[in-house]
Nanobody, 128 residues
Framework: QEQLVESGGGLVQPGGSLRLSCVAS????????VGWFRQAPGKEREGVSC????????DYADSVKGRFTISRDNAKNTVYLQMNSLKPEDTAVYYC?????????????????????WGNGTLVTVSS
């Protein structure tokens, strides 16, 4: 079965850190660019970060630049999102998605593209 599964969410205090993982099964994740999205209650889905299949191209939303880092380990079929200096406004369900894209990745392009695979999401709550 081809699927993406996120993990690593939870409750963290402002200023804290979390690392999200997105693991693919049933297909080779290296052939796909991967994006992280988030959706807070009552808000539209937002593109957070993306990474090319090789890992050589990445992009971030302005709201997370300098705080979040996306990376991947293709040997483990996994993409990570390291989130530091978390703020209450980072609270959301975080989703990873994979899409066939062989060029430089950008948030703007990712938001217009149809994803091939979606995970079910992991909840991140930033609160004291």
């Amino acid at each position: 079965q081809e699927q993406l599964v996120e993990s690593g969410g939870g409750l963290v205090q402002p200023g804290g850190s979390l690392r999200l993982s997105c693991v693919a099964s049933g297909f080779t994740l290296e052939w796909f660019a991967v994006g992280w999205f988030r959706q807070a209650p009552g808000k539209e889905r937002e593109g957070v970060s993306c990474i090319s299949g090789s890992g050589g191209s990445t992009d971030y939303a302005d709201s997370v630049k300098g705080r979040f880092t996306i990376s991947r380990d293709n040997a483990k079929n996994t993409v990570y999102l390291q989130m530091n200096s978390l703020k209450p406004e980072d609270t959301a369900v975080y989703y990873c998605a994979a899409y066939e894209w062989g060029l430089k990745v950008t948030i703007a392009t990712m938001m217009k593209y149809n994803m091939d695979y979606w995970g079910n999401g992991t909840l991140v709550t930033v609160s004291s």
